[in-house]
């Protein structure tokens, strides 16, 4: 089965620092999302993007946070300057047909921010 | 106000045996979706059941099942003969509305331990 690819699987960063998380979404799909989760607990939804463009975010997704899909296949997440708060698990996931239909997630980065 | 309730932060079920995790949900949307995915320990999300608001049925994927209570706005999932494998966090989650751009909230988990 075709599989979203994040990379890295782990990233340590000093605060203040900035970090992009790189994901490859499924090659056929249109619909990409970023959510975090904080040391196992709540998945909770940052952004969706679609078209090219952002189609909603949360009330996390602040000025500090950007996204961009540069290329035909990568998507990314961008933090512009890391607090301590944004270390968490953060997950790509992707959809041929947007939620209706399931999310394919990747296996996630673990950012550690110091 | 939460959107996806579930009640149960931790359950312990002996191998073989069937489990129902609860799952409670708020919308005023007369179109909205429900998922379960599961997260090992591993920590990847693995889907595993999708039930659509105007699906008649109760979907069904192996030994999984969505036990829909529309009325109830319930959507507990139930798994059949548990293994141990199956011991794992598991998130129920929602879509409100019928746009393919809707974001899906998530629960706040159930930790399934599956005891030999």
């Known amino acids: 089965e075709p599989e979203v690819t994040q990379t890295p699987s782990h990233q340590v960063t000093q605060m203040g620092q900035e970090v992009i998380l790189r994901c490859v979404p499924i090659?056929?799909?249109?619909?990409f999302y970023w959510y975090r989760q904080i040391l196992g607990q709540k998945v909770e939804f940052l952004v969706s993007?679609?078209?090219?463009?952002?189609?909603?975010k949360s009330e996390i997704f602040d000025d500090q946070f950007s996204v961009e899909r540069p290329d035909g296949s990568n998507f990314t997440l961008k933090i512009r300057s890391t607090k301590l708060e944004d270390s968490a698990m953060y997950f790509c996931?992707?959809?041929?047909?947007?939620?209706?239909?399931?999310?394919?997630f990747g296996s996630g980065t673990q950012l550690s921010v110091l | 106000a939460q959107k996806i309730t579930q009640t149960q932060p931790g359950m312990f079920v002996q191998e073989k045996e069937a489990v129902t995790l609860d799952c409670t949900y708020d919308?005023?949307?007369?179109?909205?979706?429900l998922f379960w995915y599961k997260q090992p320990s591993s920590g990847e999300m693995i889907f595993l059941i999708y039930q659509g608001s105007y699906d008649e049925q109760n979907a069904t994927e192996g030994r999984y099942s969505l036990n829909f209570q529309k009325a109830r706005k319930s959507a507990n999932l139930v798994i059949s003969a548990s293994q141990l494998g199956d011991s794992a966090m598991y998130f129920c989650a929602m879509r409100e509305g019928r746009n393919r751009d809707d974001k899906i909230i998530f629960g706040k988990g159930t930790r399934l331990h599956i005891l030999p």
């Open positions: 090659s056929n799909h249109l619909y």
């Open positions: 993007f679609y078209n090219n463009e952002i189609s909603e």
């Open positions: 996931a992707s959809s041929r047909q947007g939620t209706n239909e399931k999310l394919f």
């Open positions: 919308t005023s949307d007369q179109s909205y979706g």
